[in-house]
C-alpha cells in the first residue's frame, strides 16, 4: 500500500563481512583490539562497565582511534602532572 523498503538490509551479508575486512586493514575489529596496549584496555573496561557503552571487544576503526587518542591524553596529563612517564607503556 506505501511504499516499499523491502530492499533494505538485502546486502547486509557479504557487506557486513567485506565492511569486517575493511575494518581490519583500517586497523578495527576483534584482532586490532589484541594490539592495543593495557591503558587502551582500561580505557575499553570503563566504556563497557561504567559507561556501559557495550562490548568493546570488536571496535570499529574509528572507535579504537578513540581509545588511543584518550590513552594518548591520559598519557601525556599524567607526564605533565607528576613529570615522569605513565606506568603503562604505550604500544
Ligand atoms: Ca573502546
Ligand atoms: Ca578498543
Redesign the pocket.
Known sequence: MTDSTSNNGKSEGWFGSLGDKVNAIAGGGASSETKEDKL?KS??WV?ENILG?GK?DN?SAT??F??EQMSDFLRREYKNTTGSDFFVKDK
Open positions: 587502551d580505557i575499553d566504556q557503552q568493546q571496535e572507535e579504537q578513540k581509545d
